[in-house]
């Protein structure tokens, strides 16, 4: 059965910084892409980044790029979310992602497997 843990989480001021971490359970995580989406609260849950199978191709929302960085170590079955120059906008429930193949996709719809989630909040 896959499992996605996520950890990380927290409270921050603006400008700070946080490092999400994804545990997955599964002998096949290597061949899988992942993703990290978010959700604030009463909107709806969106896209924010994904790697491919090896760590050598990766997809920002643009609200992230040039601060959000997605990487994974497949030694650890892990993938990790390093944000900095958080900003208030970016408060939501992070929740980590897997899909059965290899590329990544940017779409809720192309995930087979979600985490909970874990809460990040970043006050101005």
């Known amino acids: 059965q896959v499992q996605l843990v996520e950890s990380g989480g927290g409270l921050v001021q603006a400008g700070g910084s946080l490092r999400l971490s994804c545990a997955a359970s599964?002998?096949?995580?290597?061949?899988?892409?992942m993703g990290w989406f978010r959700q604030a609260p009463g909107e709806e849950r969106e896209f924010v980044a994904a790697?491919?199978?090896?760590?050598?191709?990766?997809s920002y929302a643009d609200s992230v790029k040039g601060r959000f960085t997605i990487s994974r170590d497949n030694a650890k079955n892990t993938v990790y979310l390093q944000m900095n120059s958080l900003k208030p906008g970016d408060t939501g429930v992070y929740f980590c992602?897997?899909?059965?193949?290899?590329?990544?996709?940017?779409?809720?719809?192309?995930?087979?497997?979600w985490g909970q989630g874990t809460q990040v909040t970043v006050s101005s």
């Open positions: 992602a897997r899909r059965l193949v290899a590329a990544v996709g940017g779409s809720m719809q192309d995930y087979n497997y």
């Open positions: 599964g002998r096949t995580f290597s061949y899988s892409a």
């Open positions: 790697i491919n199978w090896n760590g050598y191709t990766t």
